[in-house]
Antibody
Framework: QVHLVESGGGVVQPGRSLRLSCAAS????????MHWVRQAPGQGLEWVAV????????QYADSVKGRFTIFRDNSKNTLYLQMSSLKDEDTAVYYC????????????WGQGILVTVSS | QSALTQPPSASGSPGQSVTISCTGT?????????VSWYQQHPGKAPKLMIF???KRPSGVPDRFSGSRSGNTASLTVSGLLAEDEAYYYC?????????FGGGTKLTVL
C-alpha cells in the first residue's frame, strides 16, 4: 500500500526558506517520478514541480521557478522541496504525490502539510 | 500555464447522472491522452478517479466515467450517491508541466 508522509511545514516569514520532506513507502520509490502539488486555503489545486525517477530532470511551475528546488534521495525513499524567497502567496497545503508509471498522471497523494508564510 | 476551466458547481438528486466539463486547449487537454480527474472531500487528500481520459483505477466504481471531445474533457457520475458529494478537479499533462482545473463542487440534493 502506497504511503506518503510529508513533514517540515510550519510558519515562516516572507523572504525566508523552508524545506519539506516526503517519506515514501509501499512501492519501489526509485522507479517513479514524484510531484509536489499545493492548495492554497479554500482554493483549488496547483501543480508545483516534478522530478524524474532517477533525479536527472526537474520541471517547475512558472510561479515557483527559480525559488523552489525539488530533489530526491532514492537511498532514503525520500522526496524534498527546498523553498526559498517565500512569498505570502506560497501559503498552502503542500502535497507530495506519486506519478503513475506509464502515464503522466499523479495517482497517489500524501495527506499534505501546511506552510504558512506570514510576518 | 493557464488553469483548465471547470464550472464552479454541479448538482443532482440521488440516482441521477451529472456531467462535469473541463475545457483546456490543444496544448493540454486536446493534445495529450493524459487527462485525469480527482475527487476531494473536505480536509482530505485528492483521490484519483479517472486517468488517461477514460480509464478507471482499480477500486473506483464504474459509475464514474471519463471522455473527451476536442479540447474539452468530461466526467460523468451515474447513479449519484450521497458519498459522491465532493469537489472534483480535472488535470492534464501539458508537455513539460501539469495543469489543474479550478474545481467543481458536486452537491447531491
Amino acid at each position: 500500500q502506497v504511503h506518503l508522509v510529508e513533514s517540515g511545514g510550519g510558519v515562516v516569514q516572507p523572504g525566508r526558506s523552508l524545506r519539506l520532506s516526503c517519506a515514501a513507502s509501499g512501492f519501489t520509490f526509485s522507479r517513479n517520478a514524484m510531484h509536489w502539488v499545493r492548495q492554497a486555503p479554500g482554493q483549488g489545486l496547483e501543480w508545483v514541480a516534478v522530478i524524474r525517477h532517477d533525479g536527472t530532470n526537474e520541471q517547475y511551475a512558472d510561479s515557483v521557478k527559480g525559488r523552489f528546488t525539488i530533489f530526491r534521495d532514492n537511498s532514503k525513499n525520500t522526496l524534498y522541496l527546498q523553498m526559498s524567497s517565500l512569498k505570502d502567496e506560497d501559503t498552502a497545503v503542500y502535497y507530495c504525490a506519486k506519478d503513475l508509471s506509464g502515464s503522466y498522471t499523479v495517482d497517489y497523494w500524501g495527506q499534505g502539510i501546511l506552510v504558512t508564510v506570514s510576518s | 500555464q493557464s488553469a483548465l476551466t471547470q464550472p464552479p458547481s454541479a448538482s443532482g438528486s440521488p440516482g441521477q447522472s451529472v456531467t462535469i466539463s473541463c475545457t483546456g486547449t490543444s496544448s493540454d487537454v486536446g493534445g495529450y491522452n493524459y487527462v485525469s480527474w480527482y475527487q476531494q472531500h473536505p480536509g482530505k487528500a485528492p483521490k484519483l478517479m479517472i486517468f488517461d481520459v477514460s480509464k478507471r483505477p482499480s477500486g473506483v466504481p464504474d459509475r464514474f466515467s471519463g471522455s473527451r471531445s476536442g479540447n474539452t474533457a468530461s466526467l460523468t457520475v451515474s447513479g449519484l450517491l450521497a458519498e459522491d458529494e465532493a469537489y472534483y478537479y480535472c488535470s492534464s499533462y501539458a508537455g513539460t508541466n501539469w495543469v489543474f482545473g479550478g474545481g467543481t463542487k458536486l452537491t447531491v440534493l
